[in-house]
């Protein structure tokens, strides 16, 4: 499976912007689960949410709860992130990235797709 990731972009402090992960060849029981993550300079790379791809069940970072939105969608074989109330701190690149089960770091991500640039100003 191939993932690719697309929708970042500069916005200001408190806009919203919609990351899409297009996800190409077969899911396996390797990638139940579709997550972004994103890694600021400086900082190790971090999740940010995360869902199961048959049941629909979300997980979010304590950080970004309440402001994004994690879904997927079966029939476009594709994942998505809005963001919304956006804070400079969301500044990073942000990656989506496949799980056979629920993770927390980066190490249990099996595959990943290009990062995403989102910038946002104060």
């Known amino acids: 499976v191939q993932l690719q990731a697309c929708g970042g972009g500069l916005v200001q402090a408190g806009d919203s912007l919609g990351l899409s992960c297009a996800i190409s060849?077969?899911?396996?029981?390797?990638?139940?689960?579709m997550n972004w993550f994103r890694q600021a300079p400086g900082k190790e790379r971090e999740f940010v949410a995360g869902?199961?791809?048959?049941?629909?069940?979300?997980r979010y970072a304590d950080s970004v709860k309440g402001r994004f939105t994690i879904s997927r969608d079966s029939g476009e074989y594709a994942a998505y992130l809005q963001m919304n109330s956006l804070e400079p701190e969301d500044t990073a690149v942000y990656y989506c990235?496949?799980?056979?089960?629920?993770?927390?770091?980066?190490?249990?991500?099996?595959?990943w797709g290009q990062g995403t640039q989102v910038t946002v100003s104060s």
């Open positions: 990235a496949s799980s056979s089960g629920v993770v927390t770091t980066a190490v249990g991500a099996r595959t």
């Open positions: 060849g077969r899911l396996t029981t390797s990638d139940n689960f």
């Open positions: 869902i199961s791809w048959r049941e629909g069940k979300k």
